[in-house]
């Protein structure tokens, strides 16, 4: 998938192990890429120091969780590995916690999980641009039907 262009994976999330599986589907043997990787404990993710992730927005890390916005309205925070990713056939797990004060539930917009050419492209699409190339993985976790009764086509 990526072995013609310079693919980066940007990240929105709270723990991320991109894993290279074995050539055949009935390998089961997992490595790990530490430079497409996040692991607790979260040290020196987003300084100079690491090289291989930036930080964007409200995004904060602790030892024990990234969190990529506080609780309060119209905050935007993001994760974008630096490194290309060059990988054919790769695996990501992702775990993740979404949670806040919010009335009934509403803890923010959601979130999305990018692989794609261009890194850190700012555009109205949690937080990215919507004309890109590659994947996005989108978790909408605002409950629209609420608040509109409009309908839409």
Not at 3 to 20: D, N, S
Not at 62 to 71: G, K, S, V, Y
Request: aromatic residues 10%.
């Amino acid at each position: 998938m990526a072995a013609a262009g310079r693919w980066r994976a940007g990240l929105a999330l709270l723990a991320v192990a991109l894993a290279l599986g074995g050539a055949g589907a009935e390998q089961t043997e997992e490595h790990l890429k530490r430079e497409h990787s996040l692991s607790k404990p979260y040290q020196g993710v987003g300084s100079a120091s690491s090289g291989l992730w930036d930080l964007l927005g409200n995004a904060m890390v602790m030892t024990q969780f990234i969190r990529l916005t506080p609780d309060v309205q119209s905050k935007q925070g993001a994760v974008w590995n630096r490194v290309p990713c060059y990988l054919r056939d790769w695996e990501m797990q992702v775990h993740f916690k979404i949670h806040g004060q919010g009335k009934k539930n509403l803890n923010g917009d959601g979130f999305a999980i990018w692989y794609t050419k261009d890194r850190m492209q700012p555009g109205p699409v949690f937080g990215s641009k919507d004309n890109f190339l590659g994947l996005g993985v989108f978790v909408d976790t605002y409950p629209n039907e609420e608040k509109q009764q409009e309908v839409r086509p």
